[in-house]
């Protein structure tokens, strides 16, 4: 809410603040009038390459598994998930690439899934996190970078908005006994 000068109230847009307090960033939301297409969990592609095996004589090794690469069948929004995937966070490269605008790419995103594409962005980096996290033993500066998140300090951030736990914390709750080395990049 803000003051005309007269002393009179006026709501041009809600303000709240963001960042360790979990409350949304300033947006107005929309809200899609039908189901959107996709659901997130349907179209996260996993970063994780290959999968531990284990021979008759216990010798461990490891093997490439499928991994859906184009889980909607639509070249761009897939294209921009395998981009994700990768680690990428630059959205003016990708659309650049493709001659798009990131307005274009942000619509894109809002139509199959409903979600804002800042949210859908942040929502696809802290699921690679947590992969890496969960299966890995990087270290969460490599896990930052790794995941598109980019820094130590914004993955710890970013937790913190996300789960009110530090990375090192969210990883103790995650993994479970096993898990490491069950997969790699």
């Known amino acids: 809410m803000g003051r005309d ?34 659901k997130f969990e349907n179209v996260f592609i996993t970063p994780l390459r290959q999968k531990r095996r284990y021979a008759e ?28 995937t990768a ?19 942000d619509s894109m995103v809002f139509i199959l899934t409903g979600m804002r594409g800042i949210d859908f962005r942040q929502k696809y980096q802290v699921w690679i996190a947590d992969q890496l996290l969960r299966y890995t033993d990087m270290t969460v500066a490599e896990v930052a970078k790794r995941s598109g998140i980019g820094s130590a300090n914004n993955l710890y ?14 990883r103790q709750r995650i993994r479970k006994p096993g898990d490491v080395g069950r997969f790699r990049l």
């Open 5 to 38: 000068g007269k002393g009179d109230a006026w709501k041009h847009r809600q303000w709240r603040p963001h960042g360790l307090s979990g409350i949304p960033r300033n947006y107005t939301e929309r809200k899609l009038k039908d189901e959107p297409q996709f």
């Open 57 to 84: 004589d216990g010798y461990v090794s490891y093997v490439e598994f499928e991994r859906n690469t184009e889980p909607t069948g639509i070249r761009l929004f897939d294209a921009y998930c395998q981009y994700l």
């Open 87 to 105: 680690g990428n966070s630059d959205l003016q490269t990708f659309a650049d690439l493709h001659g798009l605008r990131i307005d274009d790419i």
């Open 157 to 170: 951030l970013t937790y913190k908005r996300e789960y009110n736990l530090a990375p090192g914390y969210r």
